[in-house]
């Protein structure tokens, strides 16, 4: 199957800092590139376990007696690592987003340019699909989610449409989404525009906001001190939660001090700005342009 290439591979891995025989996890396995780079570095008795929830993935699961293929969101890191006696974790890697594969598969519901059902499910086995948002949610819940998870400034007039023309009957697929859609498009953003409420949806479908903060948390439990957390993100949401988890070892609010004035963190920037892709490799690969990658190490 038909993966992208994995966007700062070099600069990720380097990012884990593998020294031989360890106990790696690369938590968005998807079309295995990163993990194939990791197991480039990794000494003949280490480990790397590869999380991927979409059972398209399974189909790239790497031939190397060293790997292990978990069919699960990587919001149940810490479950299964334990399961594996693979606590504590040297390294950690994860490339958040939807792979290019997913975008192109127009049955997925992902993609603006392929016709296909309202879906958007990572988990094919879970029960909450785009359509259900679209034709169940209430005009509040629908406003939130798309001035929360797409920054949709007009979200009060799309919602307007929405629950308009559902009245008529059930919207099931991206097409008609994006036809209900174009009344609301401001001319030469459309294609922006869609994006953010493609996005704002499949966050919501995935749940994408908690299983990253539980991954973070966890990830925290799970590392040994002095273990690394390397993280690619692509959009402002997930970034903000990735540079104040790093930050102040926490989501929101002030960094918190000890009696003595001490920082209470957790982890130790590696790189205090994020490392983004060269010219180069944005030129060749889409998918780098939003792309922003944080390192620590925990304390």
């Known amino acids: 199957m038909e993966y992208h290439n994995p966007v700062l591979l070099h600069e990720s891995v380097d990012g884990m800092n593998i020294k031989g025989d360890e106990i790696c996890v690369d938590v968005t396995f998807g079309g295995g590139g990163h993990s194939k780079e990791i197991l480039k570095r990794l000494g003949e008795g280490g480990k790397l376990f590869g999380f991927d929830q979409d059972k398209d993935a399974e189909r790239n699961a790497l031939e190397d007696g060293r790997f292990e293929l978990v069919k699960q969101n990587f919001r149940y890191l810490k479950n299964f690592l334990r399961f594996h006696q693979a606590v504590p974790a040297d390294c950690i890697l994860a490339d958040l987003g939807v792979s290019s594969h997913q975008f192109n598969e127009g049955e997925r519901g992902f993609s603006i340019r392929f016709e296909g059902p309202l879906d958007m499910r990572m988990n094919q086995g879970g029960d909450l699909t785009a359509e259900k948002i679209i034709n169940d949610y209430s005009e509040e819940d629908l406003i939130r989610i798309f001035r929360e998870y797409g920054e949709v400034k007009n979200a009060g007039k799309l919602v307007f449409e929405i629950v308009n023309t559902r009245e008529a009957g059930r919207i099931k697929r991206t097409q008609e989404l994006i036809e209900i859609i174009e009344d609301c ?71 918190e001090k000890d009696f003595f004035g001490n920082p209470q963190l957790r982890f130790k920037q590696i790189n205090r700005k994020p490392i983004l892709p060269a010219e180069e490799e944005i030129k060749n690969n889409n998918r780098a342009r939003s792309a922003k990658l944080r390192v620590a190490e925990k304390l």
């Open 185 to 255: 498009v401001p001319g030469k953003f459309r294609n922006k525009y869609l994006a953010q409420v493609f996005q704002a949806l499949r966050i919501e479908v995935n749940d994408e906001m908690g299983a990253l903060k539980d991954m973070l948390e966890q990830s925290y439990e799970v590392l040994k001190p002095g273990g690394r957390l390397s993280v690619i993100t692509y959009h402002s949401l997930e970034d903000r939660l990735v540079k104040n988890f790093f930050k102040k070892g926490k989501f929101e609010g002030e960094l």
